[in-house]
C-alpha cells in the first residue's frame, strides 16, 4: 500500500493498494485490482473507497471501485495521478504521480526529485 497526503481541509491523503482473491478475508473480492481509498481520519469510517462509476454506487465490490490494467485515477485539485499500467505475476505495476513527492516515500521506500514514480506493488 502506497499512502499520498494531500493538502485538504476535506481528507488528508489517498491510499492505493493491490488486492487479489487468495485467503479468508480477501477470497471473496470480485476480482484483482488496485483500491483506491480516500482518507479522513475525522469520520467515523475513515477510509472511503474511491468509486468511479457515473453515478457512484457506493459499494466495494463493484467494477467502479477496482481499478485495472489501462485505468487511470485522477484528482488534479490536489495533483494527484494513479495508472495501473500492467498486471504482473506477482500484482501489479502502478505509476504514481504527485505535485509532491517528497511525502509519498518518506519510509525510504524510493526517494529523489522525480514527480513520477513506477513500481511493481505485489
Not at 481509498?37 to 477510509?47: T, V, Y
Not at 467494477?63 to 484528482?75: C, H, I, L, Q
Amino acid at each position: 500500500m502506497v499512502e499520498i497526503p494531500v493538502s485538504s481541509t476535506d481528507f488528508t491523503s489517498w491510499t492505493v493498494e493491490v488486492r487479489e482473491r487468495t485467503g479468508l478475508y480477501d477470497g471473496n473480492l470480485p476480482g484483482d485490482a488496485v483500491i483506491i481509498h480516500q482518507i479522513d481520519p475525522g469520520r467515523d469510517e475513515p477510509a472511503w473507497c474511491h468509486d468511479a462509476a457515473v453515478p457512484p454506487d457506493d459499494e466495494s465490490d463493484d467494477e467502479g471501485s477496482m481499478w485495472r490494467v489501462g485505468k487511470t485515477f485522477a484528482d488534479p485539485a490536489h495533483q494527484v495521478e494513479v495508472t495501473v499500467d500492467a498486471a504482473t505475476a506477482n500484482g501489479f505495476q502502478v505509476t504514481i504521480r504527485s505535485g509532491d513527492v517528497s511525502s509519498i516515500f518518506a519510509d525510504g521506500f524510493n526517494s529523489g526529485t522525480t514527480s513520477a514514480w513506477s513500481q511493481t506493488v505485489p
